[in-house]
């Protein structure tokens, strides 16, 4: 007995849960295991490891089994099954066989788990045995394992089991949503209800589809069903609930959802906030959270722009699939931003995004291309986008053929541009190439350049493809300096050239430059 004591001195006693159900079950255990009981001791070793004390609890179960429990051989299984430790003893494997084949319902169920880890249609002969020798538990997992592997179905079973009272919520909703056969929507939607009043969450789920409430969605998340919690966030938001949406989903992200954090983040407006929430999602394992984060830390919202720290988060998501993520990472690449300026790995993320179907990559990949190679290599790209009814893509294709000279096709293409959003600097270049038939559009110009604010702080404005949020303040300084529909005064034209540069125009950059250089002789 002295190993046994040694072993049982081992065990935590759980102060801060007094009183609590395990807590009980562990002191009763451990009283009779102490008295010799083989099976308190297999009942006490696998509750010792499920509660973070396998080193105490496997000696403890492996004890039992070399003693002759039953219970001690089948919790061996059950752990390793668990993951709680490897099943070094293949006796007590062979043993659980044994009593499963003898009628012992608890060897079959162990059995079903254990074989569920390699091979889940194996697990069904046990299951069933386990279904036959009166575990209704068993008789309906035998019914979603078969559903899940694509095996028949035998709805019967799960008819035993809502006799038993169990998955009765599950039966309910097979037959409202007709998973297994004909749908019976009066007797389904009255299983589900009466299972979702016992706080079963697919009883719950199929009485929200029934009847449209989004009330019984957040019982069914209540109850543990997380598909259920982020549709009740999305219907609450469609109904215009949004306080209880961002409640409910604020919830779930303060609970370890890493999904929840990611759409709280791309929802809120408060940059700050933003952050906070996509940091954490990141932590949570959520790739789209990262790619937010890493945009976050890229920009500078919330925080200083960091982009060192942007990049292996904005790789992580892209590599993920997030095809924003790769958006923001091929212009990190082309920009310089934070590392070597490396224009041909970049514009080979964008292109692969484009080809995924993210219409902006398409816009870089030929912006960039057009700038980096040439014409023939862009605008393939700038008209895909253009011609898929991205309007941003159709106003740089526009822009970019007006500097080649080739007004008349370009005219309609920024004019499309501009419908994509009145701040679109599309608008800027349009309204500055129709002033002469126009002049009262240069209000427009000036209003724009007063309300500019920089995209991001990574723009680099040595790249003629940078941010041109500041675009009518380049425009508006040129004009300013040539007295071109304007009062000239060079002094306001400088300055507002060092504002659109300032804010990374490229073009602002350029004039600003030729303004300062000595004119040579």
């Not at 169990?166 to 097979?174: E, P, T």
């Amino acid at each position: 007995m002295l190993l046994l004591s040694l072993t049982l001195a081992g065990i935590p006693h759980h102060h801060h849960q007094v009183g609590s159900l395990v807590e009980r079950k562990v002191k009763r255990a451990g009283r009779r295991c102490k008295r010799g009981d083989m099976e308190a001791c297999a009942e006490l070793g696998l509750l010792a490891s499920e509660t973070g004390s396998p080193d105490v609890g496997y000696p403890l179960v492996q004890l039992a089994c070399s003693a002759g429990s039953d219970l001690g051989c089948i919790n061996l299984v059950v752990g390793a099954a668990q993951g709680l430790w490897p099943l070094r003893d293949e006796g007590a494997l062979i043993e659980t066989r044994i009593l499963c084949g003898e009628g012992n319902a608890s060897a079959c169920h162990a059995l079903a788990d254990w074989t569920a880890q390699t091979d889940p249609t194996g697990a069904l002969d046990p299951l069933g045995q386990s279904c036959a020798l009166g575990d209704p538990w068993d008789c309906a997992n035998h019914v979603q394992v078969s559903w899940e592997q694509g095996q028949p179905i035998d709805v019967e079973l799960l008819e035993l089991a809502c006799e038993e009272g169990v998955q009765c919520g599950y039966l309910g909703a097979s037959l409202v949503f007709g998973w297994f056969g004909e749908e019976d929507l009066e007797r389904g939607l009255k299983l589900s209800q009466e299972a979702c009043e016992e706080g079963d969450a697919a009883g719950c789920s199929a009485v929200a589809f029934v009847v449209g409430d989004a009330d019984y969605l957040k019982m069914s998340c209540a109850y543990g069903d997380t598909w259920s919690c982020e549709l009740a966030a999305l219907t609450l938001r469609d109904l215009g609930r949004v306080e209880e949406a961002d409640a409910l989903e604020l919830q779930l992200c303060t609970d370890g959802d890493g999904v929840a954090c990611a759409r709280l983040a791309a929802l809120t407006e408060d940059k700050r906030r933003r952050l906070e929430l996509a940091a954490r999602g990141c932590d949570l394992g959520d790739d789209f959270a990262c790619g937010i984060y890493g945009r976050a830390l890229l920009e500078g919202w919330g925080t200083d722009a960091q982009p060192r720290a942007a990049r292996p988060l904005l790789e992580q998501a892209c590599e993920a699939g997030n095809l924003g993520s790769c958006n923001s990472l091929a212009l990190l690449y082309a920009d310089g931003c934070g590392v070597e300026v490396d224009i041909d790995r970049g514009l080979d993320i964008a292109g692969q995004a484009c080809e995924d179907g993210f219409l902006p990559s398409c816009v870089n990949r030929g912006e960039i291309g057009w700038h980096a190679r040439g014409r023939s290599d862009g605008e393939p790209f700038l008209r895909k986008a253009c011609d898929e009814g991205r309007a941003w893509g159709c106003g740089t294709l526009g822009y970019l053929l007006l500097l080649e000279g080739e007004r008349d096709e370009a005219l309609p293409l920024l004019e499309t541009g501009c419908e994509g959003g009145p701040d679109s600097p599309w608008c800027d270049v349009l309204n500055a190439e129709l002033l002469d038939a126009e002049p009262q559009r240069i209000a427009h110009l000036e209003q724009s350049c007063a309300q500019a604010e920089r995209f991001g702080e990574c723009t680099n404005s040595d790249q003629p493809w940078s941010d041109m949020s500041f675009r009518a303040c380049s425009i508006l300084g040129s004009m300013y300096l040539e007295g071109h529909h304007v009062v000239r005064d060079e002094v306001y034209g400088q300055e507002l050239l060092s504002r659109a540069c300032e804010g990374g125009d490229y073009q602002g950059c350029r004039a600003l430059e030729a303004l300062q250089s000595p004119v040579e002789e």
